[in-house]
């Protein structure tokens, strides 16, 4: 592309430009499939494949972050929030970069914070087994955020499809499957959570499993409230007329119009299945060790850390989870806010 | 009325029978029995069993017996108010079941006893003036408390009540017998992360009334503003947030399973982790449908006593 064909490009500002919904979308998709590809498939990639799939995702993060505070700049809310999830997702894209040592490494065991022992300086401590603290601390992001969004994202495609149905197709659909739904909402969340977990197994995609059959039914009954609503608008009207087919209409009518409540419903849900995630794995009946994630590292520091000194061990991790949900709900309260006044 | 309260709970008594057959069908299988046998014998001992040993093991624990009939016999106990017995404990479900809840019982009692006033209070002055500083404090406090999950809330007071300030124990296991100073880090967890959300949830309501007509009305009469706060606002401003503190109930059963098993109390979230990390199919059973009958029960009364408080709707 010559000088002169860029003089002939409309004249809209690249701040703008980029804010436009397909860019948001593409830079997403360059920082969400790196992440997920290393945390879930890290094992099958190999080593060199494994050193560089994250490079990519760590410009797109940061584009991002900017992209998102200068959009939502009008709700203080909504740019705390948004900071302390992105910092979370880039301590989580540029973990291998950093200059931490091995997260596994057991180096000196209840070496307490801002100790120098072997030629390491645990910032934050050691715990029991000698791992240093800060390391095991920011790796632990990755797995608690890549598996707890995918969660999410599923139980958000499963909840939203049957809500869809339930509320524009109606009749049987409808009743059929608001009664599945009803059998699983009266289950308190956690009785379900276990009695699947236990019977699947404990790992990381049963608990995708596990979270899709518990949140998808309250999605399910959002999503078909706000379909129910949609659905006698003149739009859906006019493409029944035109003669599109159901399920057109409603992923490409009815979804977009409802995205509102359901985004700010996602960042609070998103908070949720942090909380899951982190307490199942506490209960034994999450992700599996070796690899750190903070419920891991409170559910192995319950048995020797109950002590005033080596309180460093439950505390980091505690703050560091409460700090991530603390931001997905103020990002929902941000978001909220902002939808309410325009 | 009658006919909303029959439906409904004809409803319940289906959905939990459903439940108890799909639960009976899941624990049928055999890696479920292997996990009961690991379990009470040990991995080496069911590893070096004979089949024929294994067999004969199964016979003697009734797991033999294809689990259509297992479960039409344990129904047939159940209405009888048999709920079979623990394999773990070697005890009657029943009376493990009724200990265990009475613990936990006693818990959401105390929670509730404080999570009530505290969060009705704060919503209620955060509401009366909205977007004045009392309002915005609130909104911080709850949104911070409810940020925090009950495991980083546990962890936090347990570091500064117990291992900083050695005020209270750490743990409430309580096997030198009764202490009360035990339950105070438990019942504080629970009524931190959820006062929160009731607290938020009041606010809304209360804020949704001083907005309305009414109000003005009085207000702009020369009623003292206590008067119009105490006899006009609240009667409507408490509507809702009934329903939402009987709904809790239902958070409360899973907030308590993470709670006792970090603080050790031997209530019931304990043994349902306990027994379904062991296999103890009729304890599972008997819990699971406790927990399914309190929650449901919780939104039926939540459903009908809002019908009852609110006479703008009456469900036909």
């Known amino acids: ?342 | 009325m009658l006919k909303l309260l029959a439906s409904r709970l004809l409803q319940m008594i289906f959905i939990m029978s459903v439940i108890s057959l799909i639960l009976f069908a899941i624990f049928d299988s055999d890696k479920f029995k292997k996990q009961i046998a690991v379990n009470e014998l040990g991995g080496f001992a069911v590893s070096a069993l004979s089949d024929q040993d294994y067999q004969a093991w199964l016979q003697k624990k009734g797991l033999q017996v294809p689990f259509y009939e297992r479960y039409l016999n344990w129904a047939s106990g159940v209405a009888r108010g048999d709920f079979g017995k623990s394999f773990e404990k070697n005890e009657s479900v029943a009376g493990l079941l009724a200990t265990r809840l009475a613990k936990t019982g006693l818990l959401a009692f105390w929670v509730f006893a404080l999570m009530i006033p505290l969060s009705l209070l704060f919503g209620v002055i955060a509401g009366m003036r909205e977007g004045s500083f009392q309002d915005r404090l609130t909104s911080f406090i709850s949104v911070l408390t409810t940020s925090l999950p009950e495991i980083a809330t546990a962890i936090i007071l347990t570091v500064i009540f117990a291992l900083g300030l050695r005020w209270l124990p750490s743990n409430a296991a309580m096997v030198n017998g009764w202490d009360w100073r035990a339950l105070v880090l438990p019942v504080l967890t629970l009524v931190l992360y959820d006062f929160g959300y009731v607290a938020r949830m009041t606010r809304a309501s209360m804020a949704e009334v001083m907005g309305s007509q009414y109000i003005r009305t009085a207000v702009l009469k020369g009623l003292p503003y206590r008067r119009v706060i105490m006899r006009h606002a609240l009667r409507n401003a408490l509507i809702a947030p009934f329903t939402i503190i009987v709904l809790q109930l239902n958070w409360l059963l899973s907030g308590v399973v993470v709670v006792e098993v970090f603080f050790q109390y031997a209530g019931f979230g304990k043994l349902l982790l306990d027994a379904a990390l062991y296999g103890d199919i009729y304890v599972i059973q008997a819990a699971t449908l406790v927990a399914v009958f309190v929650a449901v029960l919780s939104q039926i009364i939540s459903d009908v006593g809002y019908t009852f408080l609110n006479p703008r709707i009456r469900f036909t």
């Open chain 1, 1 to 342: 592309m010559t000088a002169a064909d860029l003089a002939l490009q409309p004249a809209l500002p690249l701040r703008l430009r980029i804010r436009q919904a397909d860019s948001i979308v593409a830079l997403l998709l360059l920082m969400w499939i790196p992440l997920t590809l290393y945390v879930m498939f890290g094992s099958y990639l190999g080593d060199t494949l494994k050193n560089i799939v994250l490079l990519p995702a760590i410009p797109a993060t940061i584009a991002l972050y900017l992209i998102a505070v200068t959009s939502w700049r009008e709700s203080p809310v909504a740019v705390i929030g948004a900071t302390l999830v992105f910092f979370w997702l880039f301590v989580a894209v540029s973990a291998p970069y950093l200059p931490l040592i091995d997260p596994n490494r057991p180096i000196a065991p209840f070496a307490e914070v801002g100790a120098f022992k072997k030629d390491h300086w645990f910032l934050l401590g050691a715990d029991f087994k000698g791992r240093d603290m800060l390391s095991r601390n920011l790796w632990g992001c990755q797995r608690v955020l890549v598996w707890g969004v995918s969660a999410t994202l599923v139980a958000y495609a499963i909840g939203a499809f049957f809500g869809l149905i339930a509320g524009y197709l109606g009749g049987w659909w409808d009743q059929g499957i608001s009664l599945i739904c009803n059998i699983l909402l009266s289950f308190p969340v956690m009785v379900l959570f276990i009695l699947i977990l236990n019977y699947l197994g404990p790992s990381g995609f049963n608990i995708v499993i596990a979270v899709t059959f518990a949140s998808a039914p309250a999605i399910m009954r959002i999503v078909r409230g706000l379909t129910l609503d949609t659905k006698s608008r003149d739009y859906i009207f006019a493409a029944q007329t035109r003669g599109e087919h159901p399920l057109r209409i409603m992923i490409f009518e009815l979804l977009p119009n409802a995205r509102g409540p359901i985004i700010v419903d996602a960042c609070l849900r998103l908070g949720y299945t942090t909380v899951a995630i982190t307490t199942l794995t506490f209960l034994g009946l999450g992700l599996q060790p070796p690899d750190p994630d903070w419920g891991l590292m409170i559910k192995e520091s319950t048995k020797v850390a109950m002590v005033w000194k080596f309180s460093y061990m439950l505390l980091v991790p505690a703050l560091s989870v409460s700090s991530l949900i603390l931001g997905f709900n103020l990002l929902a309260d941000g978001l909220r806010e902002m939808s309410l006044r325009d």
